[in-house]
């Protein structure tokens, strides 16, 4: 170590000179639409690969957006057995009553603040898949919302997620890991693979400002492979794809920045981020985004109806916009909570944690639309909850096979049953 | 390459506790290693005091005044169930604060360091003040001590019993989360036992429970007093019994070691020098802190390949910090926002399987983060970050920590409110400037390199001379010490 500790750059390429190269291709990419650009990589550094030959999203890429609804969602106050005794009795105070539902059929009805997702399914773009959930359940959030984020079973424990498995199997030698991002300042464990990890950030903007201090960019350039020093290199090489990457999702966000109309709220903002780089060239396949707390153990009507307004008007935003721009036959949006809630309401005008729980789809692509299969059976409780008739993981496995066109079973570590709406 | 006294001296206070204090620098480069163990293992040698946060308040709603239980459960009123939840986060912080405050300033660092690791190995979350603080006690008091004590006193504990579920394990109605875990997690390991054995010796443990205040009970009426067949012996076992068996097995010796060796010396496992240790560790009956001088005192610890290899926790990162450049925060509880930021929040570890550590701690929005930190702390920048809800912590109610962590007071400067946060240090510099008086001004650079590095590999003084204040000499140390912090570098021990 003593005689080594400042080592001299062999590389006498200025990293300003480094950058102009880099952007003399982004430019050139625009125009040539590609190709390869072997030769020029050749001037570009290992470091600054994923600048190297971007590729064109080809149309029909499809793409994946998973809200999840943190705190556990009450199922029940969301879509609404309008005409099933037990749901009122158990809920004298909290059942929403008919008249207030926005009825899909004779039986069902959304929460009254879901306006748009009572659009979407006249539309035929709202898929609702009841009971989802999974053996032994957890009513613990930390522990369910892991056991959803790695698709574990409830007896495992993995460290890494299903898109981080996801990235893994399909950016496996790629420097590149925007194929998965979420759109917050931490990564959740969802999107943390073995070897590939998933890039958080709230917006492309703050990412690029964050990460473009030149200290940081002028250590990366004096870096030199050290083979003794591997726990080193993985640390300067997360550096350098988070700065190639926050480079580069910029400079795609600035490509054809949506300008419809979004609300001010935390999703509308996440979504029209999302919007932008749909629209870019960025080959991102899946984002991921949370709102919450649905935690709604007290005074449950306001705060649901609060979130739900939220989720309501960025999502109705967030598809005008894709249909506007004719993608929305190729995006997917997925809704999941940890957790669905008791039956029975509690003593505080809230409900308690509960388990199996529903889902919405909304996509311009759907193969089922509407409601996928039966309400759940109030009248067969396991210990005053829901039991689940689909496992989650097999959701997991349909997105990931028939919209991902990715490899499940390897991902999943099983084989899963599909189901149809996609 | 052969490795300096000073290099072994970092290592060992980097491994054995949290990084020197900046009281350690003056006589890192000439002491030997085995006399700076001697004084580490003799300065941890005490039990350390009851770490006690918790509002009085609290207490006597479940304690009477003779220290017996006053309360059930189902005897709280709603407003004092939401009282117990307030409070209970609340102090919860305060613990964290607490302890991470002994991290940083004890001299017992190898008790402290050795207590992080099992706190990380019994982990529980449990929103109770009073559970967590008790088994933090039992963690600290036993962390040096002898395994099986440490096992039963923790299996014991309100925390775990709750956590596991064990005050639902009854005769007739097992629950076997405990009777897996403690085999699965802290003591054999996944397939050293069977299906039959969780199950048998979920019947073993029937009847264990604790009082709402917190204390071990023995419900007769509920254990199942039949025979059992637990790892081929057979008998009429109780819990205790079961704990014993568990023991008696070498390869909890083993399974320990292993563990140990990961965290102490490197995520590559060395296979004959775990069975070693392990094998010492067996028979001297479990005495933790003879396996821990068996580590520090072996030449193989000094390695070149163990040092600079370890990625550190972010708990580990902010408090070496601190150690070396003692500061004045304006706001502690920032330090809570940092934890979160970056993955590891005490008393809330991810899973019963605690933190997995190691590169699992990286990521591109925790590394830019970790990057940032000095600065943070140095020039009072503002970030703007958000840690995620934790609904565990937060209850359905607001995130009271946000409220908290956004007010962070900037001295003399308007809140900018959600705008932007800040950590109001005030660095005392006095100490860590004098000790490099003597160093003339063409070594200082690669001076401070060493002190702050562990890596073999470091930032090339090219660099690195565009980014420091050369103005004073006293300048240029702190600049570059800052700088030298931010690397890829700084995050490995």
New interface residues.
Partial sequence: MTNQVFRRKRNQTSINQQSEIVFMLIKRKQFIQLGSLATASLFVPRYMKAFEAPRMVPPGNKVLVVLQLSGGNDGLNTVIPVRNDIYYSSRPKLGIRKEDALLLTEEVGLNPALTGFKDLYEDGSLGILNSVGYPNPDRSHFRSMDIWQTASNSNEYLNNGWLGRYLDAQCSGCDKPVQALEIDDILSLSLKGEKMNGIAMRDPKRLYNTSHEKYFKDVLAQHTNEPREQTVDYLYKTMADTLSSADYIFAQSKLHPTTAQYPATGLGQSLKTIASLIFSDIDTKVYYVSLGSFDTHVGQEGQQKRLFTEMNDAIKAFVADLKTNNRFSDTLLMTFSEFGRRVTQNASAGTDHGTANNMFFVSGGLQQKGLLNAMPNLADLQDGDLKHSIDFKDVYATVLHKWLKSDDEKILGKKSSYLNFV | ?S??NQ?KNLHLLWRAGFGPSNADLASVEKRTPESLYKEMFTASGKTPAYIDVADKGLRDMLTDMEGNQSMQKQQLS?DQKRELRIKSRDGLKELNLAWLGQMINSPQQLREKMSLFWHGHFAT?TINIIYQQQLLDIIRSNALGNFGDLLVAVSKSASMINFLNNNQNRKGHPNENFA?EVMELFTLGRGNYTENDVKESARAFTGWGVSFDGQFTFRERQHDTDRKTFLGKTGNFNGDDILKIILEQKQTARFITQKVYRYFVNADADAGTIDWLATRFYQHNYNIEALMTDIFTSDWFYA??N?????KSPVELIAGIRRMLPMQLDNEASQLLLQ??L?QVLF?P????GW?GG??W???????MR??IPQLMYAGDV??????????Q???MK?RDDADDNTIPPAGKKNSGRAGQQIMATINWTNYLKQYEPIPKENL??SI??MI?Q?????????LK??VDANSRESFIKTATI?LM????Y??C
Avoid: C, H, W
């Fill in positions: 390459m490795v300096s290099q709603a979350r897996r070149e390949k040092i600079g290899t370890r990625i979160r930021l993955g809330y991810p899973n019963v399987a997995p590169k699992n990286i990521d591109s929005s925790t590394l830019m990057l940032r970030f703007k970050m958000k840690p995620k809800d934790d609904d565990d937060m209850m359905g995130d650079l690669a390199s060493k590095l890596t073999k590999t470091g930032i090339s003084a090219d660099t565009n980014y700088q931010s690397t890829p570098e995050q490995l």
